[in-house]
Every structure is written in C-alpha cells, then in structure tokens.
C-alpha cells in the first residue's frame, strides 16, 4: 500500500497540537500525526505541543515549535535568556538546542541515538553510555567552548543565526563559552562592516578576538600553542581544535585505552588519518615509545606543517599534506611486499569529518588491512554506516566509548575499536 503524500494534507503555516514521541539524530523530536510523521525541534518525548508547519515533503513534515501545551518533567527553562520559547522561532537563538533539557536527560537521548544508529546502520547492539567529561557532572554544562563563533548583523550587532535560518540573533551572553571568552567578548560593541568575529581562549587565560569583513578569509595565519598535559600542541588560531575544554586530553585518553597494545607494533606502517596538528599520532606514539612510527595524513598545508613540529621528537614520524583517500590509493598502488607486511601489523587511527570516512575510504582501509582500528567520531549515524562497512570487510567492533563534548546540543563524541576478525 502506497504511503500518504503529506503533501495533500499539510502546508507551510499550518498549526498543530501534537503528541512527541521520540528522539531523532540532529537534535529533532517526532510526532506521529493522522497526517504523517511531523518533526518538532526544542521539545521532549511525550509532551504535547502546539507547532506551526514549516516545510512539508512527501513522507514527512518540519515544523516550528510555538507553545509547550504538557512539558515533560525533564523540561526545565532555557539557560540563554535569548533562546527562550518566549521569542519567535526566528528570534531564538541557535547552538543550543537542548539547552531546554536536565543535562541527566539529554546524556540519556544521546545514547539513546547512538545505539539504535549503531543498531540499524552498524548492524550491532551497542551498550555504550554517553558520559559527562570532567568537571561538566555536577555543572550546569556551561563555560566549556573554548572557541565560538559568532555572526554579525547589518546593525553591527553579534549573535549566532537562528535555527534554521540565516537570522543574526543579536545576544548579550555567551554562557557555554570559556570564562575568558565571556569575559573579554565585544558584545556591546557595534562592528558595522564585519561578518564574522571568532572567539579562541587561549592557554595562557587571554583570548584572542578576529573580526573578518565581509568576503574576507576568517580568520588569520598565527601560531598558538595548546597544552595536552605537559605537551604542547602548535596550531594556526583558524585551524581545527576540540572545542571543549576537556576533550583534547580526554580524547588522548580513550585512543590510548582503545589500542590494542599486544596488536600493536612501533615499526609497522602506523597511520593517524585526518591527522590535524597530530594530537592522536602524539597519543599513539607516547604509548608505543620512542621509535614509533607513524604516518599523520592531513590535507590541509597548514596543519600539516604544524603536524610536523608537533611530532618531532618522534624520529619515525612523518607527515602528509594530501586527502586520505589519494593516500591510501598511492600508497597501496606502490607498495612491496614488504611494505604489505607492515600494512597489516599497523594500527591506524581516523578521525574524519562530520560525514563520516565513506565507503571508498573504508574499502582502501581495508585493502590497507591494518590489525587495528581507532575510530574518533563526532556523528553517531555516520560512526555506525561506517561500522556496517567495516564489519562486512572482515572487522569487528571491539570496544566503544561515547562523550557528551557538547553540553546543551544533540552532539556527542565516540572513539571506537575495530580488530581483524
């Protein structure tokens, strides 16, 4: 039987009292109306809700929440004054979506997306919790971002767009950045003809402030230096970094734990992939000594020259500027036999973007046929569609942990294990 076209029911503007249901990946709540499925964002399962549709496709609807007509016992009021539901949906402000949730409960939901993506994609019964980093259980989740970015309006005036939205919402806190970032930032200041002003508390309590002018490049090309325990990490101020305070040394951490030191081995053929500045290659050669040897691929010029430096004192350490997929083709298309062995005893750890490794790249990896993987994901759907791949090319997950690094948001950092079966 034909499912119904919501599109003979539903239009943009209609309003609706609906029942939630459940949690869906992105931050988004599901009703199951007489008319189809609806997705409601800033609710909670169970509460019944007054919405306005937004936009209407054939299977499914979004809409705009309006009014909390049965809030959930897990409801509580908006940290930021400026996302409240007291505002317009346009007028509220974004990068906190479940900042309308006890911290207990959104670690709850979290968890609740990671298994069942891992379950669906990933073809596994995942029993991972996600767990609160340091410092952040008995908190209210704020002050973690150690870098924020924020629009600017025609007017001059700061704030992130609304959900959904290209709409500046001017606000007058920050409550989930660094104390020094609330401290210094330029909130009440109007910065007519700027687009873009980054944030990035530095590790010496300062912080650093650029403003970008329209159709400028943000950002600027400086080093500064981050510290990981008593490493130091160089960096270019524009370049990637874990946001929250915690998570560059927690993340170590749980690569460390998640390597397999009986299938590890320092003169194979290592592999930190997506590299960045070499934070996880450092965490793989700290635990495997000094002649380890590893290869960090990056594909952006900048990190990997930082990279380079950071790793230095590992003489077997390389580094690559070059996508991973060109790398593991090349590298695959020239090797000896010899160099195959040394594929096969490596351990490699990833770290890709949001979207996931994808299946071309796992099939490399598997053609690459390391006895180890470790898997850092900031996406629970896309950790387990790779998993799905992985496991059909012969590798099983071995052991997973799930963070919540982004307090008041839907997302949650995972680092994941995957032996030859």
């Given at each position: 039987m034909a499912k119904r076209d919501l599109r003979n029911s539903l239009t943009a503007g209609d309003t609706l009292e609906v029942v939630v249901d459940n949690v869906a990946h992105g931050g988004i709540f599901v009703a199951r109306t007489e008319h189809g499925v609806v997705f409601v964002p800033e609710a909670l399962p169970g509460e019944r809700v007054r919405v306005e549709v937004s936009r209407v496709q054939k299977s499914f609807a979004h809409s705009e929440l309006l009014e909390v007509l049965e809030p959930s016992s897990d409801r509580v009021e908006h940290f930021w004054p400026e996302a409240r539901l007291d505002r317009a949906p346009d007028h509220r402000a974004g990068g906190a979506?479940?900042?309308?949730?006890?911290?207990?409960?959104?670690?709850?939901?979290?968890?609740?997306?990671?298994?069942?993506?891992?379950?669906?994609?990933?073809?596994?019964?995942?029993?991972?919790?996600?767990?609160?980093?340091?410092?952040?259980?008995?908190?209210?989740?704020?002050?973690?971002?150690?870098?924020?970015?924020?629009?600017?309006?025609?007017?001059?005036?700061?704030?992130?767009?609304?959900?959904?939205?290209?709409?500046?919402?001017?606000?007058?806190?920050?409550?989930?950045?660094?104390?020094?970032?609330?401290?210094?930032?330029?909130?009440?200041?109007?910065?007519?003809?700027?687009?873009?002003?980054?944030?990035?508390?530095?590790?010496?309590?300062?912080?650093?402030?650029?403003?970008?002018?329209?159709?400028?490049?943000?950002?600027?090309?400086?080093?500064?230096?981050?510290?990981?325990?008593?490493?130091?990490?160089?960096?270019?101020?524009?370049?990637?970094?874990?946001?929250?305070?915690?998570?560059?040394?927690?993340?170590?951490?749980?690569?460390?734990?998640?390597?397999?030191?009986?299938?590890?081995?320092?003169?194979?053929?290592?592999l930190d992939l997506y590299g960045g500045v070499g934070l996880f290659a450092a965490a793989l050669g700290d635990l495997l000594g000094s002649s380890t040897r590893v290869t960090s691929v990056e594909g952006n010029e900048i990190a990997t020259d930082h990279a380079a430096e950071n790793l230095a004192e590992w003489v077997g350490a390389q580094t690559a500027t070059a996508s991973v997929q060109q790398y593991l083709k090349s590298t695959l298309e020239r090797a000896s036999a010899a160099e195959r062995d040394r594929f096969r005893a490596a351990t490699v750890v990833l770290d890709p973007p949001r979207a996931g490794a994808g299946e071309p790249v796992i099939d490399l990896l598997a053609d690459y046929a390391p006895a180890q993987l470790v898997y850092v994901a900031c996406d629970p759907v896309a950790l387990a569609r790779d998993t799905g791949l992985l496991r059909a090319r012969g590798y099983e997950l071995a052991t997973l942990e799930s963070y919540d690094l982004f307090p008041h948001t839907h997302h949650l950092e995972s680092v994941a294990a995957f032996r030859r079966a």
């Amino acid at each position: 039987m034909a499912k119904r076209d919501l599109r003979n029911s539903l239009t943009a503007g209609d309003t609706l009292e609906v029942v939630v249901d459940n949690v869906a990946h992105g931050g988004i709540f599901v009703a199951r109306t007489e008319h189809g499925v609806v997705f409601v964002p800033e609710a909670l399962p169970g509460e019944r809700v007054r919405v306005e549709v937004s936009r209407v496709q054939k299977s499914f609807a979004h809409s705009e929440l309006l009014e909390v007509l049965e809030p959930s016992s897990d409801r509580v009021e908006h940290f930021w004054p400026e996302a409240r539901l007291d505002r317009a949906p346009d007028h509220r402000a974004g990068g906190a979506e479940f900042g309308h949730i006890k911290l207990a409960k959104q670690r709850e939901l979290k968890t609740q997306v990671l298994r069942e993506a891992m379950q669906r994609f990933g073809g596994v019964e995942a029993d991972a919790r996600v767990v609160a980093a340091p410092g952040d259980n008995d908190a209210r989740g704020l002050g973690w971002r150690t870098r924020v970015r924020l629009q600017v309006s025609e007017a001059g005036r700061q704030g992130p767009f609304a959900a959904r939205t290209h709409n500046v919402v001017p606000v007058s806190s920050l409550p989930l950045a660094a104390p020094s970032i609330q401290r210094d930032a330029l909130l009440d200041e109007r910065l007519v003809g700027a687009a873009i002003v980054d944030y990035v508390a530095l590790a010496d309590g300062s912080t650093d402030i650029i403003a970008s002018e329209a159709g400028a490049e943000a950002g600027r090309s400086d080093t500064i230096v981050e510290l990981v325990g008593d490493r130091e990490f160089q960096l270019d101020r524009a370049g990637f970094w874990q946001v929250h305070r915690e998570a560059p040394a927690l993340l170590t951490d749980a690569v460390r734990r998640a390597i397999d030191v009986s299938l590890a081995d320092p003169k194979a053929a290592n592999l930190d992939l997506y590299g960045g500045v070499g934070l996880f290659a450092a965490a793989l050669g700290d635990l495997l000594g000094s002649s380890t040897r590893v290869t960090s691929v990056e594909g952006n010029e900048i990190a990997t020259d930082h990279a380079a430096e950071n790793l230095a004192e590992w003489v077997g350490a390389q580094t690559a500027t070059a996508s991973v997929q060109q790398y593991l083709k090349s590298t695959l298309e020239r090797a000896s036999a010899a160099e195959r062995d040394r594929f096969r005893a490596a351990t490699v750890v990833l770290d890709p973007p949001r979207a996931g490794a994808g299946e071309p790249v796992i099939d490399l990896l598997a053609d690459y046929a390391p006895a180890q993987l470790v898997y850092v994901a900031c996406d629970p759907v896309a950790l387990a569609r790779d998993t799905g791949l992985l496991r059909a090319r012969g590798y099983e997950l071995a052991t997973l942990e799930s963070y919540d690094l982004f307090p008041h948001t839907h997302h949650l950092e995972s680092v994941a294990a995957f032996r030859r079966a």
